[in-house]
């Protein structure tokens, strides 16, 4: 078990606070579960068996009947995670999930009651918590604020109450237009005049980073629902003002995240060129400076 010295730490549930150098990793079922785990704790070496459980790899998607936290729960099932997918409708889910998926499970949670009840939802069994949600269109010109910004921060606020310290948000590209000096690009001004959206996940995603929380903060381009056509482009952030990607590869860079510790405490932006090369998760991941 000498190898499990470096590695196996990394699977001990963390508090929200402690330095990033003490992170979680996770690993699909194929991989090991049994692993024994050896802590260092004041130059000693202490050894004790840590099991690594399926439950210990449940994933909460928020958002999960949406297009993309659709293709997010489908592609964490496929990759052996369990999935507790918080929805509104629990019917819809059904639908949405047609078949009985032993590893999937429906929980009601609307991101805008509140931290409490979606501590309830979330609950100690959930590793990490990947958020898809958007505002729906109505005439309500709140609804993105109540969403897209205070609906994320309940969810973080969650996370915080049952100790979970890993969390992925799916944001946008141009969320920081106004800074990047893009105030009188069509697609900026497209998606803050109905309710400020761009600006309301700018919020949130200040509310995460100052959290404490390991985040990955996803901003793609303009999503699309067909298959993808090239290969993901990932960049800094403030850096892509255009562009589109397919909502699978969306999906796959949420759920590579959690795969890849190189994704953490990071802000990643992404569109999909024909022309890019093909890269590894770990290269892309890398290529990312944390700020
Ligand atoms: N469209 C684009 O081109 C584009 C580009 C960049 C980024 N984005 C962002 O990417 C994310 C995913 O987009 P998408 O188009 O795939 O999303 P979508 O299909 O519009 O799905 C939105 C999801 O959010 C859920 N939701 C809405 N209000 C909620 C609430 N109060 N509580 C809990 N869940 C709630 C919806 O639940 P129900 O199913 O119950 O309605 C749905 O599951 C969004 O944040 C979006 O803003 C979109």
Redesign the pocket.
Known sequence: MAMATATSTHFLRTSPFQSSLSTTLFFPKSHSLHLKATSMERSEITEEEQVVTPEKKKIFV????????KRVVEQLLAKGFSVKA????ID?AKTTFPGNNPNLQFVK????EGSTKLADAISDDSEAVIC?????PSWDLFAPW???NF?TVNLVDACRKCGVNRFIL????LVNGAAMGQLLNPAYIFLNVFGL?LVA?LQAEHYIRKSGINYTIIR????RNDPPKGNIVMEPEDTLYEGSIS?DQVAEVAVEALLHPESYYKVVEIVARTEAPKRSFEELFSSIKQR
């Open positions: 928020a958002g999960a009947t949406g297009s993309t936290g918080g929805v509104r409708d819809k949670a609307d991101v805008t898809a949600t958007g505002f729906r109540k969403v897209d609906g799916i944001s946008s590209i959206t996940k793609p381009g303009g999503l909502r």
